[in-house]
């Protein structure tokens, strides 16, 4: 399955912004069998990215212990209304995604 | 009240409006129902929008709307799966042009969300108006309603962003409603004709004419795990039932905070002993135990809504609680929340 967009929301109060993101993702973990008794092949994001303005904020690795449509959650300090957040994910198929918010 | 009892008094206050045929069956007894009482309980809107009043309402003043009254319980993006299964999830491009969930044929959905169950969007119109935000129903306005519902459509990816759901294009959408064909109609449940999903067949020869219980479990068993009724939320249907010594829990006259807790909506998100959503009322009272100005720091909380004491998820503003139940609540807490 083709992954969809993310969804972003990123609000400042002013000193700090607020990041949530809700991927779109598979995240098969490579233990599971179909119907006929094949193991389906592990398709998981294992790396994402959160930048603001260019700056790298988050970067972390995921794994295949982490949910389908993974939901996440940060905060940075700074951020202004209409910066640029933008996120991006690598997965072990080498697919890629990335998306852009403006903050509020 | 349950529905079917709603829907008969409106049938019968209906035909008491429709006048004179009536007042011949029954002469002297009560008089019709004025059309305004009638529009009282006429509130419902129907699978083909009838009794649906005229609004539009944006994605994105429903999105304002939804971060201010319904993410704190649904998620941001009605993903939350902490008090109520997901709103959002589990539903393609496919469901949307077959109009049945593919999930479930599949069988692969580890649990159901309301856009892979509801087959008519008016319902959700209906409910959200009616009975949301849980803690003060019927305070959206029907265009605040419109707006809810096509921000919750926009994340089901139903409609675009830039959409503006109305009374006129309404029926469009529900013509993308994922689960549209999944509903069926032909069971015992919808048509009195229809097959039960049930059988009983009265026995008509031999039939056992006393029932005496064979065993059960005795009362060190059933008490292994203590009194399982009062391990459940007080919210929602009965999930437990009293275990250990049965003669005892009914002498106890539950606290009259319990109801007003329960009236006010206060547990849909407190538990007394430990966290929901937000803290359990023992744990605040701990925390609050050496505070003079407790009491009113708290209803000044619980009134005006709170955030960043407890963890990430903000107490709405309750302003529906009056002030004398406030005050029976807050010293209620405060003082330990006893049970009885």
């Known amino acids: ?30 233990q599971r069998k179909d119907a006929s008794g094949n193991l389906i092949p592990a398709h998981h994001i294992t790396e994402i990215t959160a930048t603001h303005n260019g700056r790298v904020v988050l970067a972390g690795q995921f794994g295949p212990a982490v949910a389908k449509n993974p939901y996440l959650q940060f905060k940075f300090k700074g951020g202004a209304k209409g910066d640029k957040v933008s996120v991006s994910w690598v997965d072990n198929k080498g697919e890629k995604r990335t998306d852009e918010v403006v903050v509020s | 009240m349950s529905r079917l009892t709603e829907l008969a008094l409106v049938a019968a206050l209906m035909f008491g409006a429709t006048g004179s045929h009536a007042a011949g069956r029954y002469e002297g007894i009560g008089r019709a129902a004025t059309p305004a009482e009638v529009k009282a309980w006429d509130i419902d809107v129907r699978p083909d929008f009838k ?52 999930a479930y044929i599949r069988g692969d959905a580890p649990q159901r969300t309301t856009l892979m169950k509801v087959a008519t969007v008016s319902t959700l119109w209906d409910y959200i108006h009616r009975a949301m935000p849980w803690n003060a129903p019927k305070s959206l306005s029907v265009d605040d309603t419109y707006a809810v519902l096509a921000y919750i459509l926009n994340l089901g990816e139903i409609v675009p962003a830039d959409f503006v759901l109305s009374d006129r294009n309404i029926a469009d959408v529900q013509k993308r409603m994922p689960n549209r064909n999944g509903m069926t109609t ?21 039939c056992r004419t006393d029932i005496t219980i064979g065993s059960s479990l005795p009362d060190y068993a059933r008490d292994a795990h203590g009194d399982l009724s009062a391990q459940n939320r007080t919210v929602g249907p009965v999930r437990g039932q009293h275990t250990g010594n049965a003669t005892a829990a009914a002498a106890i006259k539950p606290h009259p905070a319990l109801e007003l807790m329960k009236k006010n909506g206060c547990s849909g998100c407190h538990g007394i002993d430990s966290k929901v959503l937000g803290p359990g009322f023992r744990e605040v009272a701990k925390r609050y135990k050496d505070d003079k100005g407790a009491e009113s720091s708290l209803s000044a909380r619980i009134r005006k809504g709170s955030s960043g004491n407890w963890g990430d998820v903000a107490m709405p503003a309750q302003s529906q609680v009056s002030d004398a139940d406030l005050g029976a609540l807050v010293k209620w807490i405060l003082s330990g929340s006893p049970e009885n």
Not at chain 2, 82 to 92: A, K, L, N, S, Y
Not at chain 2, 186 to 206: I, Q, S, T, Y
């Open chain 2, 51 to 102: 009794g649906l009043p005229a609004g539009s309402g944006s994605v994105d003043h429903g999105m304002e709307v939804w971060e201010a009254k319904c993410a704190s319980c649904h998620g941001t993006f009605g993903e939350s799966n902490e008090v109520f299964t997901p709103i959002v999830g589990g539903t393609t491009k496919e469901d949307i042009e077959t109009g049945r969930v593919g």
């Open chain 2, 186 to 206: 032909r069971h015992g449940l919808w048509d009195v004709k229809g097959k039960p999903d049930v059988k009983n067949v009265a026995c008509m020869k031999d």
């Open chain 1, 1 to 30: 399955m083709a992954a969809g967009p993310m969804r972003i929301r990123a609000a400042s109060n002013g000193t700090e912004t607020e990041v949530k993101i809700l991927m779109s993702h598979d995240m098969e973990t490579g």
